[in-house]
């Protein structure tokens, strides 16, 4: 069985109209196979490798490393895992090897019979989710930025205004609630899955318009639509 060990944190603070202070969270799975998910930035190579001896570990001893996406704060730190097999979005690589695998065709990657790699596009177009069964926790997904953080589940601003497909990223939200106990979100802390969503998931989408006022003036306007999965 398998434990799920938070190497960093992620976050995202608003610093001001442009500009943010942002980090990926890291994760290691510990177990018979060693995972790393998300490398977070490049400054952060000494803190993976602290975090690795901290738990009995090196480089060396990491199986897979699995970036959920391509996003810098994400893949930082790759080059450290030169002995692993690398899953980067929907590639499968080690060396320059490639192995091909349709994730888009909902087909799991499995690192494991515990652990498996799902594909959860949205917030970018080829999104992927660690999928871990664990001994004292049921089922953790960690999801990268298919989800912001907890608070996202009310607040939809946070992951939809991050977001490339929308509509597919609550598809997927949707599914990662409904099979997840736990959920480690990418800029935010592991949360456990409220009941009401685990139970009947359901989701806000949220859609703006440019409107022409009669002055010639425009404004945004926001529509919503509540979706409830079957
Ligand atoms: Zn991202």
């Known amino acids: 069985m398998y434990e799920i060990l938070i190497l960093k944190e992620g976050y995202s603070i608003r610093e001001g109209p442009d500009q943010q202070k942002a980090c990926g969270t890291i994760t290691l799975i510990k177990g018979l196979k060693n995972t790393i998910v998300d490398t977070g930035n490049p400054w952060d190579k000494q803190l993976i490798l602290d975090g690795l001896q901290k738990n009995g570990l090196s480089p060396e001893k990491i199986d897979f490393v699995v970036c959920t996406h391509g996003h810098s704060d994400h893949i930082g730190n790759l080059n450290l895992f030169t002995n692993s097999i690398h899953i980067v979005s929907n590639d499968i690589c080690v060396g320059d090897s490639y192995q091909l695998h349709d994730f888009k065709q909902g087909i799991p ?31 953790v997904t960690i999801a990268g930025d298919l989800f912001e953080r907890l608070e996202d589940l009310e607040d939809y601003t946070l992951w939809q205004d991050a977001s490339e497909y929308p509509e ?12 997840s106990d736990w959920i480690v979100p990418g800029h935010g802390p592991m949360f456990a899955v409220p009941h009401e969503y685990r139970q009947q998931p359901k989701m806000v989408m949220f859609e703006y318009h440019s409107r022409m006022d009669s002055d010639g003036s425009s404004s945004e306007v926001s529509s919503y639509h509540v979706i409830e999965e079957d």
């Open 168 to 179: 597919l990223q609550l598809k997927s939200r949707m599914h990662v609630l409904h099979i």
């Open 109 to 139: 990657y499995e690192i494991d019979d515990d652990v498996e790699v799902i594909s959860t596009p949205g917030h970018t177009g080829a999104d992927v989710s660690v999928v871990v069964r664990t001994h004292d926790k049921g089922i």
